[in-house]
């Protein structure tokens, strides 16, 4: 697929039903809220298919209700296309980092980088997978999903 004419943003997680479901919907209602959904291509994706075809896990999605956002979206893995496709491909911990780095061709490595670093409290970070753990783990990622989604967008409409 031919690269994307506007600025294209990729999240990418392990499973694609907690994490990158989850920045790309508080990435997509900032979007909305500034006006400018128009402006950006915003996916998510996995780094595992073991998922594919799911919608976003149902506590996830619980979670990011209680504070205002809507995930959407059915879970599919990374491809090699996306590293053509996406000019920023963020993954949501190092895991994911390494296995994207192993994975694309270096020529595409520059567009990779850890979503985190755009975190404006704890830069750097991986954002904590919730999936085994309780409720609190689940809001933890919507309140980093927030912020740095904020911060991200700020960054990519002031480079612009
Ligand atoms: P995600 O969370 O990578 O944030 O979507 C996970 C989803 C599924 C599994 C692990 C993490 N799993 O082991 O199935």
Redesign the pocket.
Known sequence: MAPSPKPAILFV?????????TAEGVFRQLLRNEGVEGDFEVDSA?TGG??AGASP?PRMAAAAAAMGFTLSGQARQVTADDYDRFDHILA?DRDNLETLLSRAPAHRHHKIRLFREHDPENPGEDTP???YGGPEGFQEVVRIAERTARRLLHELRSSA
Not at 13 to 21: D, F, T
Request: charged fraction near 20%.
């Open positions: 997680c392990l499973g694609n039903i907690c994490r990158s479901p996995g073991w998922h896990d949501m997978d919730p999936y």
